[in-house]
């Protein structure tokens, strides 16, 4: 007789949980930086959802996941090679080159590693594709991946589906997460919420302060 499967929204465990945080890159969030988007202002949508939503509410992940012992993990756009010669076919033809030494590349120093925590860079859209995630996190017996960061309907879509697939019980928390528009974001939401629960800052914070204090 098979298991009882688990629910998406199932309790987290404790030394099983992961908070990825997806290309939170000064290149995408500091206004002036992306080429692509040079007639985006400050108050453009994407910058002002980013500045005022998005990076708080990370920051609120990161706190509480830190002080719960929860495994953070960050994921940015970035080139193994300074002529981008290692990047995916898609990201040549797009074209997306960011080399390892271009300062802007970095992650925000308002949500930037801390410690020892993993930086992985990658070179397309899912992070499952171009690195070792799916190692790492079988090796440190994950079995909770939490995800945050941008762009919602792009490398934040294929984290979910690329991680749902491998096996993982993974947990988007929506208004951590930004896309260019606000019909891209919910359209994004509603495409992939069947592969992980949709959550939100509150309540996965909630459940983070929960296990440090079980701790």
Not at 33 to 40: E, N, Q
Not at 128 to 134: A, E, I, K, R
Request: net charge negative.
């Amino acid at each position: 007789m098979n298991p009882t499967l688990p629910r998406r929204d199932e309790p987290f465990r404790r030394n099983e949980t992961a908070l990825l945080l997806v290309d939170m890159q000064r290149i995408w969030l500091e206004p002036g930086l992306d080429p692509d988007h040079a007639d985006w202002g400050p108050d453009h949508y994407f910058y002002r959802q980013t500045r005022e939503t998005v990076i708080p509410n990370q920051q609120r992940l990161l706190a509480t996941a830190r002080a719960a012992g929860v495994e953070v993990l960050h994921t940015i756009i970035q080139s193994l090679t300074e002529d981008g010669r290692d990047r995916s076919l898609d990201h040549k033809l797009t074209p997306i080159h960011i080399p390892p030494s271009l300062a802007a590349g970095r992650p925000s120093p308002a949500v930037a590693p801390v410690g020892d925590e993993i930086l992985l860079p990658k070179t397309s859209s899912g992070v499952f594709n171009s690195t070792n995630l799916d190692y790492l996190l079988r090796n440190l017996g994950i079995r909770h991946l939490v995800v945050a960061g941008i762009l919602t309907d792009q490398c934040v879509d294929m984290t979910v589906r690329d991680g749902a697939d491998r096996g993982f019980l993974v947990t988007c928390v929506a208004d951590a997460c930004a896309a260019p528009t606000p019909e891209r974001h919910a359209n994004a939401l509603k495409a992939f919420g069947g592969y992980c629960w949709v959550s939100d800052t509150a309540i996965v914070a909630a459940r983070f302060e929960a296990m440090a204090r079980e701790a």
